[in-house]
């Protein structure tokens, strides 16, 4: 008999055998949702009831489950039959499967709504002064025909989802105040008017496009820096008290008419100053002086 010894895995990295929490109680298919009770977890799946002459477990109830994961999960035991919030001291049926319940110690109850596939709805804690509202399936809606609805918060408001759209019959205002209650930065969206209001404007972008018929700009201030720029206009006027401009090189190109009207010229070169013209006419109504070390006509 050969004493070489061969080891063998006892099971793969996807096989589960220990305790976790029924999230959504069985149907009548005898499946529940279970969460894992373990370290990293590892999320939600479906499991097999496979405990003869079982009770519908509820969301909350404590079960041992055994197999392979995503599938093939059985609950081969149940360890605490009762929601983890405690013993349910009152419950309403609210028909097909769905109720709702006083759950936990009578010093310290919650209310619970649970649908008729077993999940949680709505939760109300009074004790730790903390509600809950969730669906896993369908569409959940706030509607007043004839009041306003307010949602206050003092910490932060979070809203994510695949796409959140806002709109208004008048208009929507998005609005930030200082610690006084103070207006500091708004967005106004009204009826063909969008307004921004802020001391600090910053927007960032790889590209951007505007498509303006008519622009006014006010300010004290504009500086900008730009590695390349091109202004295409039908007519163009600028009007200011000083102008300075300082450049390598300067080219420009008129077709026809370039006219300078002023009440004084001066033109400074440091090096060659050349005028090449077709035609050139010079006129002064009083004095007209040339001076050089060398004069050359002709």
Not at 52 to 80: F, R
Request: charged content about 25%.
């Amino acid at each position: 008999m050969s004493n070489v010894a061969q080891v063998y895995p006892l099971a793969k990295e996807s096989r589960c055998f220990g305790p976790a929490t029924v999230v959504q109680r069985s149907d009548a298919s005898g499946m529940v949702r279970v969460r894992l009770c373990e370290q990293p977890p590892r999320g939600e799946c479906w499991a097999r009831v496979a405990v003869p002459n079982s009770t519908p477990l509820d969301a909350g109830a404590q079960v041992l489950v055994a197999g392979d994961e995503p599938e093939g999960l059985y609950v081969i035991g149940v360890l605490d039959a009762r929601p983890a919030g405690g013993p349910v001291t009152q419950r309403l049926d609210l028909g097909d499967d769905a109720y709702a319940a006083v759950v936990g110690p009578s010093a310290s109850p919650k209310l619970q709504v649970v649908s008729r596939g077993g999940g949680l709805v709505f939760e109300y804690d009074p004790g730790a002064e903390k509600a809950w509202v969730a669906l896993e399936e369908g569409d959940l809606g706030l509607r007043t025909k004839t009041g306003n609805i307010a949602i206050e918060a003092a910490g932060d408001i979070r809203l994510t989802g695949q796409a959140i759209d806002l709109s208004g019959r008048a208009g929507v205002r998005l609005s930030a105040h200082d610690a006084v209650e103070q207006l500091r930065s708004a967005v106004s969206v009204g009826l063909g008017r969008l307004k921004l209001s802020s001391p600090d404007l910053d927007v960032t972008a790889r590209r951007g496009r505007f498509h303006i018929e008519e622009t006014r700009y006010w300010g004290g201030k504009f500086s900008a820096v730009l590695g390349q720029a091109q202004l295409t206009a039908r007519r163009l006027r600028t009007a200011t008290e000083t102008l300075i401009e300082n450049a390598k090189n300067v080219y420009r190109t008129v077709e026809e008419l370039a006219q300078l009207k002023a009440g004084r010229a001066r033109t400074l070169v440091d090096s060659t100053c050349h005028l090449k013209a077709k035609r050139t006419y010079l006129k002064a109504e009083e004095d007209f002086k040339v001076k050089a070390e060398k004069i050359h006509l002709g």
